[in-house]
């Protein structure tokens, strides 16, 4: 079973640009979370998507958002980028919902901006 | 405030040597902890998941405890190898139901030399 994949690895972008990210999670799991991990704030959660509905969200202002798609890719999108949005961006899948489940993490995005 | 507080920042033993990594949170209500093993450039890696009743729970030479009444956790590695060295992050769930607050410690880097 492959496991879960996140395109692009590297982005370089600049500031004011925006950028989509990509998650395509493992076969047969519906459940796609996102998340931010810098060195200072360690792993930070972003929203996680259900059945192409966003169930949850964290604390990150409008410029973050993203989508699930019928077959249960994901993709994320940040606009107006700032410095401090450098950072690696992990996508996370569970086949359900239960807090239980077991969740797998893509390699993640590096995404510098400049 | 949900928090989650994990200690040492970072750790140096000998190849062989067993180590203890802590985690304390302030996490209500609790729901579940788990421990997660990141390599440098990638994603992290599911090593335990304890509920409120579960105490311990060991993953190969990898034992988890939760003391639930102190809140706190610890990660023992038993005989370390070189490929133990990573980052071990402590991750509490919050809530019931379909909604539940995730709250990530910032990591413990752990490097095992020769």
């Known amino acids: 079973k492959a496991g879960v994949t996140q395109t692009p690895r590297y982005l370089i972008k600049t500031r004011g640009q925006q950028v989509t990210l990509s998650c395509s999670p493992i076969?047969?799991?519906?459940?796609v979370s996102w998340y931010q991990q810098t060195p200072g704030q360690g792993l930070q959660f972003l929203f996680e998507y259900f059945s192409e509905t966003q169930r949850n969200k964290g604390n990150f202002p409008g410029r973050f958002s993203g989508r699930q798609f019928s077959n249960s890719r994901s993709e994320m999108n940040v606009s107006t980028l700032e410095l401090g949005d450098s950072a690696l961006y992990l996508c996370?899948?569970?086949?359900?919902?239960?807090?239980?489940?077991?969740?797998?993490f893509g390699p993640g995005t590096r995404l510098t901006v400049l | 405030k949900n928090q989650v507080e994990q200690s040492p920042q970072s750790l140096i033993i000998l190849e062989g040597k067993n180590c203890t990594l802590q985690?304390?949170?302030?996490?209500?209500?609790?729901?579940?902890l788990r421990w997660y093993k990141q390599d440098t450039g990638r994603g992290p890696v599911s090593l335990t998941i304890m509920t409120f009743s579960e105490n311990t729970k060991s993953n190969g030479r990898y034992t988890a405890t939760l003391d639930a009444d102190t809140k706190q956790s610890s990660l023992h590695i038993t005989a370390s190898q070189l490929s133990d060295s990573a980052s071990y992050i402590c991750v509490v769930s919050a809530g019931s139901g379909g909604y539940q607050k995730v709250t990530f410690g910032i990591g413990t880097k752990l490097q095992v030399i020769p």
């Open positions: 985690c304390n949170y302030t996490v209500s209500p609790f729901s579940n």
């Open positions: 996370a899948t569970r086949s359900g919902r239960k807090s239980t489940d077991t969740q797998y």
């Open positions: 076969s047969g799991h519906r459940s």
